[in-house]
């Protein structure tokens, strides 16, 4: 947000991607059968789906959350929906193995 120069935004973006990671790893690694955080509620998957949007909008690389998106996509609730496709459609690419 407040970053004075490149090195300090890359400081802050590297902190925020540990942090989601570390969102996104289930408590003793127990994640569904889509490989998403069971523990995550809509409004905290979405959050984080949505910050990982951003920071790869401000060219960073993101390789990881692909199955939080998918769990999005599939879900019965437009909001979740609606941010899962919007993800997916910038975040995965047209040759990911995800997609098939």
């Known amino acids: 947000r407040n970053a004075k120069s490149k090195e300090e935004e890359t400081r802050r973006v590297d902190r925020e991607l540990a942090n989601i990671r570390k969102k996104f790893t289930a408590p003793g690694n127990k994640l569904s059968e889509d490989g998403s ?4 509620s809509s409004y905290q ?3 984080y789906v949505w910050k990982l ?3 790869h909008v401000l060219g960073y690389d993101v390789d990881f959350g692909h199955p939080e998106v998918l769990a999005l996509v599939r879900s019965a609730k437009y909001s ?3 941010v899962g496709y919007a993800a997916l459609s910038l975040l995965l690419r047209g040759d990911d193995p995800m997609i098939n």
């Open 53 to 55: 949007v951003y920071i």
């Open 45 to 47: 998957r979405k959050k």
């Open 37 to 40: 955080n069971p523990a995550l």
């Open 80 to 82: 979740e929906k609606h």
